[in-house]
T-cell receptor, first 114, second 108 residues
Framework: NAGVMQNPRHLVRRRGQEARLRCSPMKGHSHVYWYRQLPEEGLKFMVY????????ESGMPKERFSAEFPKEGPSILRIQQVVRGDSAAYFCASSPYVESYGYTFGSGTRLTVV | GQQVMQIPQYQHVQEGEDFTTYCNSSTTLSNIQWYKQRPGGHPVFLIQ???SGEVKKQKRLTFQFGEAKKNSSLHITATQTTDVGTYFC????????WGAGTKLIIKP
């Protein structure tokens, strides 16, 4: 009965490289959400996806960031040409419904851009 | 846009003392959720409050939702080292408008 699985836990990238963050939702959950957290701050919503569809990407920067949730496999958050300001913890959560009684989070990916 | 403010930002307590964090929203909330995040960890859902004036308890934790559904509080009685972490309140919409959280620090 695995929870929300994220990998890698830690990711170091040089400026200009690409970062790929993966999230496998809980079994039976078809809604996936990505959030970014800077140190000493709360989470900031980035994007909400269902299988093969982006439902709401209003929190995602227009450039360099993209997300997908294919029919098979995990959801991917992709950051192209990373910059130092992208360093943060990225969490995903999943739920069986869009308005859920509490969201289950993965352990996060800590991205460090050097 | 909607804003959620939490106070205080930090609270230092001796083990065994009580702890309270307050959450205020600029708009009326449908529901409010509370999460706990340990240092280096991920947010863990604690509870959701739905009704105006609602009070819920989980062992030493007491959660309240204001009558106007614009504020909420979390009170911990007799803190323990396992309570250390940051406590966040948020609305229940998936966008989760988060406060900055209140960090509970136990004095050595």
């Amino acid at each position: 009965n695995a929870g929300v699985m994220q990998n890698p836990r830690h990711l170091v990238r040089r400026r200009g490289q690409e970062a790929r963050l993966r999230c496998s939702p809980m079994k039976g959950h078809s809604h996936v959400y990505w959030y970014r957290q800077l140190p000493e701050e709360g989470l900031k919503f980035m994007v909400y996806l269902q299988k093969e569809n982006i439902i709401d990407e209003s929190g995602m920067p227009k450039e360099r960031f993209s997300a997908e949730f294919p029919k098979e496999g995990p959801s991917i958050l992709r950051i192209q040409q990373v910059v130092r300001g992208d360093s943060a913890a990225y969490f995903c959560a999943s739920s069986p419904y869009v308005e859920s009684y509490g969201y289950t989070f993965g352990s996060g990916t800590r991205l460090t851009v050097v | 846009g909607q804003q959620v403010m939490q106070i205080p930002q930090y609270q230092h307590v001796q083990e065994g003392e009580d702890f309270t964090t307050y959450c205020n929203s600029s708009t009326t909330l449908s529901n409010i959720q509370w999460y706990k995040q340990r240092p280096g960890g991920h947010p863990v859902f604690l509870i959701q409050l739905v009704k105006s004036g609602e009070v819920k308890k989980q062992k030493r934790l007491t959660f309240q939702f204001g009558e106007a559904k614009k504020n909420s509080s979390l009170h911990i009685t007799a803190t323990q080292t396992t309570d250390v972490g940051t406590y966040f309140c948020t609305d229940s919409n998936y966008q989760l408008i988060w406060g900055a959280g209140t960090k509970l620090i136990i004095k050595p």
